[in-house]
T-cell receptor, first 116, second 114 residues
Framework: AQKVTQAQTEISVVEKEDVTLDCVYETRDTTYYLFWYKQPPSGELVFLIRRNSFDEQNEISGRYSWNFQKSTSSFNFTITASQVVDSAVYFCALSEAFRGNEKLTFGTGTRLTIIP | KAGVTQTPRYLIKTRGQQVTLSCSPISGHRSVSWYQQTPGQGLQFLFEYFSETQRNKGNFPGRFSGRQFSNSRSEMNVSTLELGDSALYLC?????????????FGPGTRLTVT
């Protein structure tokens, strides 16, 4: 069975600080996808990144970066120089896509508050 | 391209009633999935439809059902509503191909059962 754990329920940082959101996953499959989504107060889940299990390269997109480590089953997300607009709930998710099963298993989310 | 649209955005129903929610996927996306989000259970997968066929189903009772039309639009239905069905229902669409693609979510329908 798949499982995604986001141990940090809530995080508050002062604007311009860096912040890392942790994600640990469990799966028996060797082939899978990992995702991060952002949910602002409006409720819509906004796609941020998808990473497949064969690609352990870290990725940077502007102020966002992701660190994927299969050895520790972690897929952490760092926001550099945080801004108030980054305040949202962030979800990490896992799918066993190569079985044709596109079901996303989500973590419980981390509520990030950026204090001006 | 227009994003995923869901109607209605808000809905209030009474216990025992039934409800139908609608989802229009992004143009060209043939797969539609539904998720339920509650404070207690978080985000949970309901089902996925592709080419008018249900491909996968989550652990929800038979009161929850769905369908997909030939234009890929999807509806989900909940019969005999219970208080615990109050939730944000999110629809997601994605492309289907040899690889896997990310799911794009709509704004959700917030259902309140009284």
């Amino acid at each position: 069975a798949q499982k995604v754990t986001q141990a940090q329920t809530e995080i508050s940082v002062v604007e311009k600080e860096d912040v890392t959101l942790d994600c640990v996953y469990e799966t028996r499959d060797t082939t899978y996808y990992l995702f991060w989504y952002k949910q602002p107060p409006s409720g819509e889940l906004v796609f941020l990144i998808r990473r497949n299990s064969f690609d352990e390269q870290n990725e940077i997109s502007g102020r966002y970066s992701w660190n994927f480590q299969k050895s520790t089953s972690s897929f952490n997300f760092t926001i550099t120089a945080s801004q108030v607009v980054d305040s949202a709930v962030y979800f990490c998710a896992l799918s066993e896509a190569f079985r044709g099963n596109e079901k996303l298993t989500f973590g419980t989310g981390t509520r990030l508050t950026i204090i001006p | 391209k227009a994003g995923v649209t869901q109607t209605p955005r808000y809905l209030i129903k009474t216990r025992g009633q039934q409800v139908t929610l609608s989802c229009s996927p992004i143009s060209g996306h043939r797969s539609v999935s539904w998720y339920q989000q509650t404070p207690g259970q978080g985000l949970q997968f309901l089902f996925e439809y592709f080419s008018e066929t249900q491909r996968n189903k989550g652990n929800f009772p038979g009161r929850f059902s769905g369908r997909q039309f030939s234009n890929s639009r999807s509806e989900m239905n909940v019969s005999t509503l219970e208080l615990g069905d109050s939730a944000l229902y999110l629809c997601a669409s994605r492309q289907v191909g040899p690889s896997s693609y990310e799911q794009y979510f709509g704004p959700g329908t917030r259902l309140t059962v009284t």
